[in-house]
């Protein structure tokens, strides 16, 4: 991008910025803030050295203007998150873009004082799902804060079963057991079978996260719950988000491999719902 687009989108966002703090979005206005300086100072890096000097100035002087004012409303976010009065509503829209798990959660995280997390979601079940979560992960991962653990609580995926069909029959006066594993679509109808709900899938991909998660030294631990309705994700720095999908907000790319979308969640339209930010001080 040249100087004058980089200006161009550095604008764009820093009215964004201005007027989600006008509507008390302290926390969503800082991360755009932040994104609108970040695209300024590019700017200014782009314009050749010893050209354009008196704008130059005056650009400086106004990204410094900005840093400032971000870091009184870090400080202002602050005060009033410890005092419990802290609390911030995201509505997304339906087919909406832009609210990558990024975006929504990077800014818990950046200040690196998180290093405990927990996610109460009942529907990490699925391949897309658990493939979210993972994504998830990858955000956490990537952030400046040193996280050390993430605890998921979710719904078993019911819809995965194991047939266990028992063959008894008598070899040499010795009775043999043999089990055979049958997917869910077979249709057994002899005797002695056993169909019992095991969410085989669901562990074995959860397992493959754990190891990965581990060489990155974070500690992965899932329990299963079967009452679990609530969906909200705290970080032990005090922050709390409550998001009305979970972490499932998202619309299935419409192509598997190619597309906008499929890797950067940044372009992957929603399904409309509701993000309600709390700090843990408002709960006490």
């Known amino acids: 991008m040249t100087s004058n687009s980089l200006i161009e989108a550095g604008s764009i966002v820093m009215v964004r910025a201005i007027e989600l703090e006008k509507q008390l979005k302290f926390t969503e206005s800082l991360t755009c803030y932040e994104e609108s300086i970040g695209l300024f100072i590019k700017a200014l890096r782009s314009i050749p050295q010893n050209t354009q000097l008196e704008f130059k100035e005056k650009l400086r002087q106004k990204v410094s203007e900005y840093i400032t004012h971000a870091e009184k409303l870090k400080e202002k976010l602050k005060k009033e998150s410890e005092n419990g009065n802290y609390h911030e509503q995201i509505v997304i829209d339906e087919g909406a873009t832009g609210f990558s798990y990024k975006r929504v959660f990077g800014r818990f995280l950046e200040d690196g004082t998180a290093s405990k997390i927990w996610v109460d979601d009942p529907y990490i079940r699925n391949s897309y799902q658990i493939e979210n979560f993972s994504h998830f992960c990858e955000v956490v991962v990537q952030s400046e804060s040193d996280v050390k653990n993430i605890y998921l609580t ?8 194991s047939v266990f069909v028992m063959c008894l029959y008598a070899v040499d006066h010795r009775i043999m057991y043999y089990t055979i594993y049958f997917g869910l679509d077979s249709r ?6 056993c169909v019992r709900t095991h969410p085989y899938e669901q562990i074995e991909k959860f397992g493959h996260l754990k ?10 631990e899932w329990t299963f719950s079967d009452t679990l309705h609530d969906r909200e994700i705290r970080f032990d720095n005090g922050w ?13 790319p419409e192509h598997k491999f190619c597309g906008l979308g499929v ?9 409309a719902t509701t993000i309600d ?3 843990s001080s408002i709960l006490r």
């Not at 057994?188 to 079978?193: D, N, V």
């Not at 890797?263 to 399904?271: A, L």
Request: net charge negative.
């Open 188 to 193: 057994i109808t002899e005797p002695f079978i």
């Open 263 to 271: 890797h950067d969640y940044e372009f992957r339209s929603c399904s």
């Open 240 to 252: 709390i988000v409550k998001i009305g999908r979970g972490l499932d907000y998202f619309r299935r």
């Open 277 to 279: 930010i709390f700090h």
């Open 154 to 161: 979710t719904g078993e995926d019911t819809q995965q079963k």
């Open 211 to 220: 190891d990965d998660l581990e060489k990155h030294n974070i500690h992965f």
